[in-house]
């Protein structure tokens, strides 16, 4: 459960990013492709080199939802519902791959917050993105 901090640090983080939530998307994803090839499977019809048009695209949709579930805190899970629904039943994709890219999510973070990336903060955004996992993976129950 996120508390009052959570969010406060959570929307903090995000207005120090210097860049859109779909870059920092965009550069997961391309992260998650490197480090975790098996991921390739569901973008096989994508070009697949770094940075590509494909994976810039797709990253921007990761990090659109992640703003959006942002601005709906207290909603993920109605914000999320048709995503979820696309991920479970139409793409059918492994839900081991929301763990993975959460974690490719924290790298970009990282990356892009430097110092303002502190332990706080990295606990704040993993409660986030465990709950979107949580919500993107129901579905498969």
Same mark, same amino acid.
């Given at each position: 459960?996120?508390?009052?901090?959570?969010?406060?640090?959570?929307?903090?983080?995000?207005?120090?990013?210097?860049?859109? #939530?779909? $870059?920092?998307? &965009?550069?997961? !994803?391309?992260?998650?492709?490197?480090? =975790?090839?098996?991921?390739?499977?569901?973008?096989?019809?994508f070009?697949?080199?770094?940075g590509?048009?494909?994976?810039?695209?797709?990253?921007?949709?990761?990090?659109?939802?992640?703003?959006?579930?942002?601005?709906?805190?207290?909603?993920?899970?109605?914000?999320?519902?048709? #995503?979820? $629904?696309?991920? &479970?039943?139409? !793409?059918?994709?492994?839900?081991?791959n =929301?763990?993975?890219?959460?974690?490719?999510?924290?790298?970009?973070?990282?990356?892009?917050?430097?110092?303002?990336?502190?332990?706080?903060?990295?606990?704040?955004?993993?409660?986030?993105?465990?709950?979107?996992?949580?919500?993107?993976?129901?579905?498969?129950?």
């Amino acid at each position: 459960v996120l508390t009052a901090e959570d969010r406060r640090l959570l929307q903090a983080s995000v207005g120090k990013l210097g860049c859109r #939530l779909e $870059d920092i998307g &965009a550069d997961a !994803l391309n992260r998650l492709l490197i480090v =975790f090839p098996q991921s390739k499977t569901y973008f096989s019809h994508f070009n697949l080199s770094p940075g590509s048009k494909d994976i810039v695209h797709q990253g921007e949709k990761v990090g659109k939802a992640l703003d959006s579930a942002l601005k709906h805190l207290d909603d993920i899970r109605g914000t999320l519902s048709q #995503l979820s $629904d696309l991920h &479970a039943y139409n !793409l059918r994709v492994d839900p081991v791959n =929301f763990q993975l890219l959460s974690k490719c999510l924290h790298v970009s973070l990282a990356t892009h917050l430097r110092n303002e990336y502190n332990a706080s903060t990295c606990l704040a955004w993993d409660k986030f993105l465990e709950q979107v996992a949580d919500v993107l993976c129901e579905k498969y129950r």
